[in-house]
């Protein structure tokens, strides 16, 4: 038996912060494969979208992955910590919570915590859900410390947490470590991409003064373009705005001022959302919103209205629709980032959908025979997280109070897909939650999302009324006081960053 030759000769067709972590994560993982090559074409000519600044907490893997220093990383990126998202306004005006990363309580007698919460709303505890989340009472505290793994009895042992970063400075970032590496990057406008007569493979990109760039595997990290994937091979795309019709945003950094908390913000505004990432130089703020239900001038106009300092740039005017490209994996072309589609980033998925369309191409790599079985499996899993995503962000907006507008008022209404209305019917009917297929978002996401948004169980577990009255207060009120304990003795986040070495100078805190 011989197999087709491996694929040696890479070519990532644009930069930003998909392309770089292309770059960065194949020159660390096959860097040693002989004969290989990775060039990265971009033009300076062409703008990044680079507005996504959040995380979740994948993306600590990733950087481990890379062999970075988290404290060079968080000076480099000026980057703060992130432990969960607040939702403002979302249930109805005046009303917040948290999602936080890392777990709720902890299991009893065998079942997940979620059932004794709910058994002790039956008796009159008011505690929300929030309280017995460490990652949520260190954000609002505005405290910060790593995981004690180390130390599973203690409430830091169930923590998580990810990155709020500047994405044109990671992206610069990564550029430094694919180069040391070997990548090589070429500057130039792309004027056409050239294909095989045959197969319709892709075979080179040509560039505005006549070079021409060959490889056997192209990546497209080109954006909203597609170059490669839409444009070149035509691969349709998949709109979702029927269920997320928000298809427009305006971005603009500030001054730091407000809440100084380790959480990205999300507050809900008439006809979309408003976000605020707080950085360690300014704050990353934008307005998603649906053009149907508000124009671009009053969209922007509230934006500017509600910002924690003063602008630091012009309004950014972006134009999207959610969805994905049907495949994202063509002949010898695959798409990473906004080449192969969009979801709002609501929840912070956006980088972590480049993360995970590298580990996918990693482990499904190619040889030169490109066969269909290995695509087809890339192509079915990149769905599947898409359409995941994209429930968990519907859960949002279709759990709500909210009937004060005719965008709130058409999201409330709208039948949900079948697989989330199927997950919302299971925990109505118990509160039991059911994580599909390894699913991007833990039970414990879909936890506090549902909770606190008001979708209420009829009843939960009938193993949580193993435990009296009494006992099932006493353990609750344990959990609630050890994460307050623990969290009263941790140091603010700024603290945290400048005995561990992640704080910036003083002279650059002053440059956005």
Same mark, same amino acid.
């Given at each position: 038996m011989s197999a087709p030759p491996p694929v040696t000769k890479i070519v990532i067709v644009g930069g930003g912060t998909a392309g770089w972590m292309a770059s960065a994560a194949i020159v660390r993982v096959l860097g040693d494969m002989p004969r290989l090559s990775v060039t990265l074409v971009e033009s300076e000519a062409i703008g990044t979208v680079g507005v996504g600044e959040a995380t979740i907490p994948q993306i600590i893997g990733f950087n481990r992955l890379l062999g970075l220093d988290e404290m060079q990383f968080m000076r480099e990126t000026r980057a703060t910590y992130k432990l969960g998202i607040e939702f403002v306004d979302w249930l109805r005006p005046g009303h917040s919570y948290v999602h936080p990363f890392g777990s709720f309580g902890?299991?009893? %007698? =065998? #079942?997940?915590?979620?059932?004794?919460? +709910?058994?002790?709303?039956? %008796?009159?505890?008011?505690?929300?859900? /929030? /309280?017995?989340? #460490?990652?949520? &009472?260190? *954000? @609002?505290? =505005?405290?910060?410390?790593?995981?004690?793994? /180390?130390?599973p009895r203690s409430p830091l042992s169930k923590l998580s947490y990810a990155f709020q970063f500047d994405a044109g400075r990671y992206a610069r970032f990564l550029r430094a470590y694919a180069e040391r590496a070997g990548a090589v990057r070429v500057e130039g406008r792309i004027t056409q991409v050239m294909q095989d007569g045959e197969t319709g493979f892709v075979t080179a990109v040509r560039l505005e003064d006549g070079r021409e760039v060959a490889g056997e595997l192209f990546i497209d990290c080109s954006g909203f373009r597609s170059l490669l994937l839409g444009q070149t091979l035509g691969v349709?795309? &998949? /709109?979702?705005? @029927?269920? +997320?019709?928000?298809?427009?945003? $305006?971005?603009?950094?500030?001054?730091?001022?407000?809440?100084?908390?380790? +959480?990205?913000?999300?507050?809900?505004?008439?006809? *979309?959302?408003?976000?605020? #990432?707080?950085?360690?130089?300014?704050?990353?703020?934008?307005? $998603?919103f649906s053009s149907s239900h508000i124009d671009r001038q009053a969209a922007t106009d509230l934006l500017l209205a509600n910002l924690d300092g003063k602008p630091l740039a012009d309004p950014n005017q972006l134009a999207f629709r959610a969805g994905h490209r049907a495949r994202t994996w063509e002949k010898n072309v695959v798409a990473l980032g906004l080449a192969g589609g969009f979801l709002e980033p609501l929840e912070s998925t956006s980088i972590h959908l480049v993360q995970s369309g590298i580990a996918r191409l990693m482990a499904l790599f190619p040889d030169t025979g490109f066969s269909p079985v290995e695509i087809d499996r890339f192509n079915r899993d990149t769905a599947g997280e898409y359409r995941d995503i994209r429930d968990f962000l519907v859960l949002h907006y279709s759990a709500t109070e909210r009937e004060d507008s005719e965008f709130w008022r058409y999201c409330k209404n709208l039948p949900a897909p079948d697989s989330l209305a199927e997950k919302l019917a299971m925990f109505r009917s118990s509160g039991r939650i059911i994580r599909e297929n390894n699913e991007l978002f833990t039970e414990d996401s879909w936890l506090s999302v549902m909770l606190s948004q008001g979708v209420t169980p009829q009843g939960y577990h009938p193993a949580a009324w193993m435990l009296d009255a009494d006992e099932t207060r006493t353990r609750l009120a344990h959990i609630r006081g050890a994460i307050a304990q623990t969290v009263a003795q941790l140091p603010t986040q700024d603290e945290f960053l400048r005995q561990n070495g992640g704080a910036i100078a003083a002279e650059d805190a002053l440059t956005a």
């Open positions: 902890i299991a009893m %007698l =065998g #079942i997940e915590f979620q059932h004794f919460f +709910l058994r002790g709303q039956s %008796l009159g505890e008011e505690a929300r859900i /929030d /309280d017995y989340s #460490i990652a949520a &009472m260190m *954000g @609002k505290a =505005g405290r910060f410390s790593w995981p004690r793994p /180390d130390n349709p795309f &998949m /709109d979702w705005s @029927k269920w +997320l019709p928000c298809d427009s945003a $305006v971005a603009i950094p500030c001054t730091l001022g407000g809440a100084n908390e380790p +959480l990205t913000r999300s507050t809900a505004r008439t006809a *979309g959302w408003q976000w605020r #990432i707080p950085l360690q130089h300014r704050i990353g703020n934008g307005h $998603v």
